[in-house]
């Protein structure tokens, strides 16, 4: 797992870590897909010493955090108004550019992938966030392919064949 201190969001959140840490409430986590929301929710639960649980629906996470009052909650969606405690939302990379080359770095080093890194592979957007990011620098590293980087403005659909339209929409 990343050091915390290279998530997205971590100069926000991060100078806060011992007071959350300490806090009695129960602990919601939530953001995109791929942002490390679950890594970060199993991380803060041991911190806590705490169980945590992966909510595949809101009411699945009251009713566990009923049971559980202390613990810690990773989510895709934000608390529901009825649910007690802390609430923390875990940004996305194209929220957080600055975390970009820190991160890259750190999964480089922990894949063994030698300097000089392709610019391409920082490049965003970055849909999957930590996870996408993380495959393409599988990528780079075992085929030796790089993300295509979008051509700026509306896909050109001139071709009169259709595998080359719908080759150039899956591309836009």
């Known amino acids: 797992m990343l050091p915390l201190e290279l ?8 100078a806060h870590l011992q007071e959350l840490l300490a806090r009695p409430e129960g ?4 953001g995109p897909p791929g942002s490390g929301v679950s890594a970060l929710a199993r991380d803060l639960a041991q911190r806590r010493e705490v169980a945590w649980f992966e909510a595949g629906s809101a ?3 009251l009713r566990w ?7 810690v909650v ?7 108004e009825a649910a ?16 970009l080359p820190g991160i890259l770095r750190a999964m480089a080093l ?7 890194l392709p610019e391409a592979l920082a490049a965003l957007p970055c849909p999957g966030n930590l996870r996408e990011l993380h495959n393409r620098l599988l990528r780079w590293k075992l085929l030796g392919q790089l993300p ?23 591309r836009f």
């Open 65 to 71: 955090l009923a049971v559980h009052p202390r613990g």
């Open 84 to 99: 007690c405690g802390l609430e923390l939302r875990l940004p996305a990379l194209d929220e957080d550019p600055a975390a």
């Open 27 to 30: 602990l919601w986590l939530w």
């Open 7 to 14: 998530l997205p969001g971590f100069a926000r959140w991060g």
């Open 59 to 61: 009411e699945a996470g």
């Open 74 to 80: 990773g989510a895709r969606a934000p608390a529901p």
């Open 148 to 170: 295509e980087v979008a051509a700026a403005g509306p896909p050109c659909l001139e071709a009169e064949d259709l595998a080359t339209t719908l080759h150039e929409l899956e």
């Open 110 to 116: 922990e894949e063994a992938v030698p300097d000089p």
